[in-house]
């Protein structure tokens, strides 16, 4: 069992900047490719970014390639979020997620075993 705890999200305006933590309770992070989801109102969750077990991979979608990076800490087992240039598009609560899958899709939600409890993020035009 995996727990995943996020944190840094806020309220921003338009352009600005705002930096996502996941803190994994996982004795074996370095086993978990990790994984950032959002989920606006009215709409379904869709993957944003993840990164591989050893962090040499890192996959985006489209619309944040640019503006968003991913990173992990293997040594304090947590995944960040930098985000910049946010947009009002952008707002959504963000979920961390982690896949012990060997063979990981990473960009598939249905690929991912745990899930954090989700951090808002809110860009005002």
């Known amino acids: 069992q995996v727990q995943l705890v996020e944190s840094g999200g806020g309220l921003v305006q338009t352009g600005g900047s705002l930096r996502l933590s996941c803190a994994a309770s996982?004795?074996?992070?370095?086993?978990?490719?990790m994984g950032w989801f959002r989920q606006a109102p009215g709409k379904d969750r869709e993957f944003v970014a993840a990164i591989s077990r050893n962090a040499d991979r890192t996959y985006y979608i489209d619309s944040v390639r640019g503006r968003f990076t991913i990173s992990r800490d293997n040594a304090k087992n947590t995944v960040n979020l930098q985000m910049n240039s946010l947009k009002p598009e952008d707002t959504a609560v963000y979920y961390c997620a982690a896949d012990r899958s060997i063979i990981s899709s990473p960009t598939e939600s249905l690929a991912y075993d745990y899930w954090g409890q989700g951090t808002q993020v809110t860009v005002s035009s």
């Open positions: 996982a004795r074996t992070f370095t086993r978990y490719t």
